[in-house]
């Protein structure tokens, strides 16, 4: 039993990993639904599952039923109406500096705040982690089709962290870096990492091009690793099945 159990599972594990993949970015899409459908508890909830796994700051979050999509920092240089124009008719801010270069007064009002009826509800899970995800979810479903065709020949990791890592490490550590160091005393860092915010758009696309090179990397290499469990345990079942055979 527990071998035809571990079998199915190597043989359908595609289909499994991208339901799972599905639940997971699925239900911080849910919780912005929820805050508008006024069951205020059960999207409470899951913003208080995915808060250990992600930020979730409301500058950095996709919204829901809302004026915007996106209500990224003015400092972003994005063409939506920055965050800061808000801020002064919400409650959750009043503590909060617009000024950038303020940052820390900045993140846990962000943190806290879930939206209103005007900017709808975020997700929860920050931009780049839903674009990580969902990417993930799609190359996931484009490999099932490709590998039909025959085997897919992995991402080199080289090129994977290259094309995948670099772009994603570039985006968030320099922002990491900028708001760290800025106001400090380390003013050789401060210029070399000047202050600055990434774009939903920078967010959505690097995250994007992460995912996808998660995908070609590492499922080609679980296919041949599933694929060589399955054909043993069939092998041992068929083992099984000559000797049950054998002694009748």
Known sequence: MIDRIFHTLARRWLLFLNLGVALYVGLPMLAPVLMH?????????????????????????F??????????????????TPIEAYMPGLPEFADASTDP??????????????????????MAL??????????????????????RRGPVRPMRFWLFLLLGVAPIAWDGFSQ?????????????????????????????LTGA???LSVVWLV???????????ADD????????????????
Not at 47 to 59: F, K, N, T, W
Not at 219 to 229: D, G, I
């Open 101 to 122: 270069a303020r940052w820390a007064t900045f993140l846990w009002p962000a943190r806290r705040f879930v939206g209103n009826e005007q900017m709808g509800y975020k």
């Open 209 to 211: 091009i992460f995912g």
């Open 63 to 80: 919204f829901l039923f809302g004026d915007q999509v996106a209500y990224p920092r003015a400092i972003a240089g994005s063409s939506l």
């Open 126 to 147: 920050c931009q780049r982690d839903i674009s990580i995800y969902s990417s993930i979810l799609i190359g996931g479903l484009v490999y099932g089709l490709l590998r």
């Open 176 to 204: 990491l870096f900028s708001e760290f160091f800025v106001g400090t005393q380390f003013d050789i860092l401060a210029r070399l990492f000047p202050l600055r915010e990434s774009s939903p758009l920078l967010r959505l």
């Open 233 to 248: 345990i069939e092998r041992r079942l068929a083992a099984r099945a000559e000797q049950t055979g054998a002694a009748d």
């Open 37 to 61: 459908a006024g069951a205020t508890g059960p999207a409470a909830l899951l913003y208080r599952v995915y808060s250990p796994m992600c930020h979730q700051l409301a500058s950095r979050s």
């Open 219 to 229: 499922y080609p290499r679980l296919e041949e690793q599933f694929s060589m469990t």
